[in-house]
């Protein structure tokens, strides 16, 4: 069934953004009466059935609601460097709403040679992907936030950077399944040593990823797998 | 240090392809009596400086060997159906490579969109990321084969299908370590009823990846991943 995003709900009729209505319309050639799927970004899956429909406009009725659809048992932030090639952070992105995750905060830090990002364009990925992969929550996309305000921050749980540089580290496979976990990934160039330090005087932990050096996008994606993996 | 891929060894000498060459001397501008790592696809990294470079050859004399460079202890061979957007089977491959893989198989199957992929083009994205990622191996790629003709080969160890059909599976998580380790992931529709039944038939064994559906591309690299993650 084909799925849409739209928070604009009243009693128990659901209406749809003009790109949404349009693409519902022309692209996808519905009529009066079909049923479709409707996702809200607060949890709810709805099943509906469209009373009204235009280019710019479509109501759908709701007839069932699923809640809390496709939820996991914990909390999860990924605290990313963007990468020089956007790409690579858009599939981060992509991959990161496929697997499950509840925060993404682009950080800058000493080695960041991307020091601008365009939420806009992320958040409208996390729409995608929220729609093909069925996530009925929507992941909060912060704006770029330097590295040292997000070292201070008291983020409940468990706290974890995974940086390349030698020391003891626990491995992201042996953690105790947390509820709340925080994991912060360097840019291409790595932390600086002056953040690593930052890091650990303020409580996070260092993990290793395992015995290879990955590419940021990799490193972020595999460290969200393992968190996952924790749980099946 | 800057790292470049020939097959070309003769003597304590390596040789450059033209294309090599011309990245080697144009772009990141190198001269007679730098260093430079070569791999050349059998598992050796080698250090070389070298002796004589022009944009149509360059050749350089070897001062260090590291056999067996970046292996690691197991085979695993992924059979994979490519993706309508190709785009998203070459970031399997790229992140294949990355992680470690020893053969890419790209599988026709009976709901296959895409019936055709240009080896040369996945020949290259695997040499840059073995290049990005310091891999001496280079893994193996298969032309695209029928699934009827990977089913009843007799590979060694353990074989796996990873459909999204109801029925018992085992969690990729769980298996014992395998030294040898063959992973079936289908196209967009998954695989048909037909080559599941076939599949178990012949003694691949059904594995879950997690409560969740995944795309081809995320399907692949998280079963890669944590058959990786068995071994840390």
């Keep these: 069934m084909d799925i849409f995003y739209s928070e604009l709900l009243q009693d128990s009729h659901i209406a749809l953004s003009s790109d949404e209505s349009k693409h519902c319309m022309k692209v996808l050639r519905h009529k009066t009466g079909d049923t479709i799927h409707v ?60 697997l499950g995750v509840n925060e993404i905060i682009p950080i800058l830090t000493d080695h960041s040679e991307r020091k601008v990002v365009k939420t806009e364009r992320i958040e409208r990925i996390v729409l995608a992907a929220m729609k093909q992969s069925y996530k009925a929550h929507k992941p909060i996309v912060h704006e770029m936030t330097p590295f040292e305000d997000i070292v201070f921050e008291k983020y409940p749980g468990y706290k974890a950077i995974a940086h390349c540089e030698d020391g003891d580290k626990q491995s992201v496979m042996h953690i105790a399944k947390p509820t709340d976990i925080t994991i912060l990934i360097g840019p291409e160039g790595d932390f600086s040593l002056k953040e690593i330090q930052l890091a650990m005087e303020n409580n996070w932990l260092p993990i290793s990823l395992g015995p290879q050096r990955f590419r940021t996008e990799t490193a972020a994606i595999m460290a969200l797998h393992s968190v996952h993996s924790l749980f099946e």
Tied chains: 1, 2.
């Design 39 to 98: 996702i809200d970004g607060k949890g709810n899956l709805y099943l509906c059935r469209i009373t009204k429909i235009s280019q710019k406009h479509t109501i759908a009725e709701i007839l069932e609601t699923h809640e809390d659809y496709g939820s996991h048992q914990f909390t999860v932030r990924m605290a990313v460097a963007p990468t020089k090639n956007m790409q690579r952070y858009e599939f981060f992105v992509e991959k990161a709403v496929e």
